[in-house]
Each structure stands twice: as structure tokens, then as C-alpha cells.
T-cell receptor, first 113, second 116 residues
Framework: GDSVTQMEGPVTLSEEAFLTINCTYT??????LFWYVQYPGEGLQLLLK?????DKGSNKGFEATYRKETTSFHLEKGSVQVSDSAVYFC????????????FGKGTMLLVSP | DAGVIQSPRHEVTEMGQEVTLRCKPI?????LFWYRQTMMRGLELLIY????????DSGMPEDRFSAKMPNASFSTLKIQPSEPRDSAVYFC??????????????FGPGTRLLVL
């Protein structure tokens, strides 16, 4: 079945550091890939997505590129802020009939001033 | 748009009591999802509806859980009787599922349930 594997957290960084959160997936067919973010006490929000190979999703300084050859969708940001502290979820959906999102376990990011 | 609305935001109840969680999806969306989030298991899909019809309820833990969607703008998740192990954050999400399109799900703020 479909699955998503994320690096375990927490990831602890100082403000303005470079961020990478690794995500790899296993799926049948050609999935669409997502990053969701969950701030403390809130629901999940879509951060960015990519629907086909080599697409780059970007939002709020975050980027991720859909790499079919390595089945990866790593999240990056050049300079993190304290306000980026949250849990980040990688997810996929296969566009076949009634399909649902498959989530990774989430990676907590803690950014200190 | 107001986004996905869930109520109540917090619920504290005693073991054995009935609990009803409510969700109003985004207007015009045709798919609705119920998730449960715990530290131990992470985010689990319980059930989802398409055009008010339950499509997959394989994630519902046991018969104590039931979900309904009587119309396109309202859904409930009921636990009867509740148990302490049901304590979790329950999220509702909705999306507009179009044939051949990727589906972005929009999440509500969640209901934090504590069963004593």
C-alpha cells in the first residue's frame, strides 16, 4: 500500500538557519504530494503541493520538489523564523477513484531566537 | 469563507457517556473526512464521505463509533459509550473532489476530547 516516511523529530534550529525535512514515499501510480503544517493547538493547514514529477511547490519561503527518481519530496527553507515552529506532515494522494491522503507521522520543528 | 467549523472545541466527559462531535464543511465541498490524532498513533483516518455517502469506514475503531452526514453541510461523529482511550483530538476536513484532480483537504480546528 501507499506510505510516507518522514525524518523523526524534533528538529531544533536557531533562527535564520537552513531547514531540510526529509520525506520519501511509496505509492502505486503517480501521486500528488503535499506538505501540511500544524501550529500548536490548531488543525492542519496546507503549506504547499506538487502534482507531477519535477514540479516545485512553494509558499511562505518553503519549497519542495517532486523527485520521481528518488521518490522524495523534501521540505526546505533558507532561513527559518521562530514563528515556523510547528509540526510538518508530508502526505500523498493517488488520483485513482476514491483515494484519500496518506500522511507521514509528522516532524516537529523547534526554532529558537 | 469561514472554513471548516467544528464544535465543540473542547469536551470533557466521563467514561460511559455519549459524545457527539459536529462538523460543518466548506460550502460546495463534496468530500468530508474524520481524523483522530494522538501522540501514540499520530493522525488516523476514521471515515470519509463523498456526496454524503460513506465511502470507507475501515478506520473506525469499533462499533462504539458511528458517523453520519445527513446533508452536504453537516456531519456528526458519535462515540457511545466513551472510554478513556478515546481521548484524542478529532479533526474534520473537507475537499472538492473532481475527477482526475488532486484533492486539497481543508482541516477544521479540531475537537479536543478528554474521557475521564
Amino acid at each position: 500500500g501507499d506510505s510516507v516516511t518522514q525524518m523523526e523529530g524534533p528538529v531544533t534550529l536557531s533562527e535564520e538557519a537552513f531547514l531540510t525535512i526529509n520525506c520519501t514515499y511509496t505509492a502505486t501510480g503517480y501521486p500528488s504530494l503535499f506538505w501540511y503544517v500544524q501550529y500548536p493547538g490548531e488543525g492542519l493547514q496546507l503549506l504547499l503541493k506538487a502534482t507531477k514529477a519535477d514540479d516545485k511547490g512553494s509558499n511562505k519561503g518553503f519549497e519542495a520538489t517532486y523527485r520521481k527518481e528518488t521518490t522524495s519530496f523534501h521540505l526546505e527553507k533558507g532561513s527559518v523564523q521562530v514563528s515556523d515552529s510547528a509540526v510538518y506532515f508530508c502526505a500523498l494522494i493517488t488520483n485513482s477513484g476514491y483515494s484519500t491522503l496518506t500522511f507521514g507521522k509528522g516532524t516537529m520543528l523547534l526554532v529558537s531566537p | 469563507d469561514a472554513g471548516v467549523i467544528q464544535s465543540p472545541r473542547h469536551e470533557v466527559t466521563e467514561m460511559g457517556q455519549e459524545v457527539t462531535l459536529r462538523c460543518k464543511p466548506i460550502s460546495g465541498h463534496n468530500s468530508l473526512f474524520w481524523y483522530r490524532q494522538t501522540m501514540m498513533r499520530g493522525l488516523e483516518l476514521l471515515i470519509y464521505f463523498n456526496n454524503n455517502v460513506p465511502i470507507d469506514d475501515s478506520g473506525m475503531p469499533e462499533d462504539r463509533f458511528s458517523a453520519k452526514m445527513p446533508n452536504a453541510s453537516f456531519s456528526t461523529l458519535k462515540i457511545q459509550p466513551s472510554e478513556p482511550r478515546d481521548s484524542a483530538v478529532y479533526f474534520c476536513a473537507s475537499s472538492l473532489a473532481l475527477a482526475g484532480d488532486s484533492e486539497t483537504q481543508y482541516f477544521g480546528p479540531g475537537t479536543r476530547l478528554l474521557v475521564l
